[in-house]
């Protein structure tokens, strides 16, 4: 987790139900982005390509950095 954050990626995992959870890292700065501009959505591109929505969250404990992310599928309407 430590060689991520060197990296600025932040570790997270992909929960889709029925099927294996799958831990992935995204780069830190787009993912805080995304955050400061109120959205939940996120597009994954890499070995996972989907839409996914924000779950959950964790910071540190000044809470201005991102130390994971869950991510979820976008429900379809």
Same mark, same amino acid.
């Given at each position: 987790?430590?060689? /991520?954050?060197?990296?600025?990626?932040?570790?997270?995992?992909?929960? $889709? !139900?029925?099927? $294996? &959870?799958?831990? %992935?890292?995204? &780069?830190?700065? $787009?993912? $805080?982005?995304?955050?400061?501009?109120?959205?939940? +959505?996120?597009? /994954?591109?890499?070995? /996972?390509?989907?839409?996914?929505?924000?779950?959950? %969250?964790?910071? +540190?404990?000044?809470?201005?950095?991102?130390?994971?992310? +869950? %991510?979820? !599928?976008?429900?379809?309407?």
């Amino acid at each position: 987790m430590r060689r /991520l954050r060197q990296d600025k990626k932040t570790p997270g995992i992909y929960y $889709e !139900p029925g099927k $294996e &959870s799958i831990a %992935l890292s995204v &780069s830190t700065k $787009e993912i $805080e982005a995304i955050v400061s501009r109120g959205s939940r +959505d996120v597009e /994954l591109q890499g070995d /996972l390509t989907s839409n996914a929505t924000i779950k959950a %969250l964790q910071w +540190d404990a000044f809470g201005s950095t991102v130390l994971h992310v +869950d %991510l979820t !599928p976008v429900k379809s309407e």
